[in-house]
């Protein structure tokens, strides 16, 4: 860090420094993950000592929380579970399909930060990944599954179990988002992503095989 970039540092507000020490740490626990991460090392990597860390965050769960607190904050959960709802009371699975599609892969796109390090806290079975599962996928998760099976009540879709089927639909975007935001290797190099959101939603809603008279 330059002396520009400290003395500058210096100065932060309260909630400025909070925000700062969040995104250090992502960026840090996402290329070293948890294991190979200290706190010294963030306070180096903030120009800060480690006692401004332990000043704003008084345990380690309470900066995991806070990291998930600034996860939500910059992709809310609420407003996009609002629009679902919207999509559900209008009984507009295929809208609801493409949301679904297009919420994974953008969270993927806008914040692959973000998106490695919930993936490096499942591969070390740090706490933060079932933080993450409690506030974040378990809520998706549970309203999506309700509303397949309201719509299996309604004779809309096949019977089966809905968390499988969940699994099933949002399976392909994650894999695309793996790929492509984390893996940095593009799997559709001819295809751009409202193209692939517009195959995926496609294929989730047609399937795959023509009707038998159309088969060539």
Same mark, same amino acid.
């Given at each position: @860090?330059?002396?520009?970039?400290?003395?500058?540092?210096?100065?932060?507000?309260?909630?400025?420094?909070?925000?700062?020490?969040?995104?250090?740490?992502?960026?840090?626990?996402?290329?070293?993950?948890? +294991?190979?991460?200290?706190?010294?090392?963030?306070?180096?990597?903030?120009?800060?000592?480690?006692?401004?860390?332990?000043?704003?965050? =008084?345990?380690?769960?309470?900066?995991?929380?806070?990291? %998930?607190?600034?996860?939500?904050?910059?992709?809310?959960?609420?407003?996009?579970?609002?629009?679902? =709802?919207?999509? /559900?009371?209008?009984?507009?699975?295929?809208?609801?399909?493409?949301?679904?599609?297009?919420?994974?892969?953008?969270?993927?796109?806008?914040?692959?930060?973000?998106?490695?390090?919930?993936?490096?806290? +499942?591969?070390?079975?740090?706490?933060?990944? +079932?933080?993450? /599962?409690?506030?974040?996928? @378990?809520?998706?998760? @549970?309203?999506?599954?309700?509303?397949?099976?309201?719509? =299996?009540?309604?004779? +809309?879709?096949?019977?089966?179990?809905?968390?499988? /089927?969940?699994?099933?639909?949002?399976?392909?975007?994650?894999?695309?988002?793996?790929?492509?935001?984390?893996?940095?290797?593009?799997?559709?190099?001819?295809?751009?992503?409202?193209?692939?959101?517009?195959?995926?939603?496609?294929?989730?809603?047609?399937?795959? %095989?023509?009707?038998?008279?159309?088969?060539?």
């Amino acid at each position: @860090m330059s002396q520009e970039e400290v003395l500058h540092s210096s100065r932060l507000s309260g909630a400025d420094r909070r925000k700062q020490l969040i995104e250090v740490a992502i960026d840090l626990f996402s290329r070293k993950g948890f +294991a190979g991460t200290t706190t010294r090392e963030i306070a180096a990597a903030a120009g800060v000592t480690e006692a401004i860390i332990f000043r704003h965050f =008084q345990t380690k769960s309470g900066f995991y929380n806070a990291i %998930l607190d600034y996860i939500k904050s910059v992709e809310p959960l609420d407003e996009w579970l609002s629009e679902a =709802q919207t999509l /559900m009371d209008d009984r507009d699975d295929e809208g609801l399909l493409r949301l679904l599609v297009t919420k994974i892969i953008g969270v993927s796109r806008r914040h692959p930060k973000m998106e490695r390090l919930i993936h490096m806290a +499942a591969l070390e079975g740090h706490e933060l990944a +079932a933080l993450h /599962m409690q506030r974040f996928n @378990m809520p998706i998760g @549970m309203k999506f599954a309700e509303y397949i099976g309201l719509r =299996q009540r309604e004779g +809309a879709i096949r019977p089966g179990d809905p968390f499988t /089927m969940l699994l099933f639909i949002a399976g392909g975007a994650q894999f695309y988002s793996l790929h492509r935001f984390i893996h940095t290797f593009d799997p559709c190099p001819d295809q751009n992503d409202d193209t692939v959101i517009s195959d995926f939603t496609r294929y989730l809603v047609h399937g795959l %095989l023509l009707p038998q008279g159309k088969q060539s």
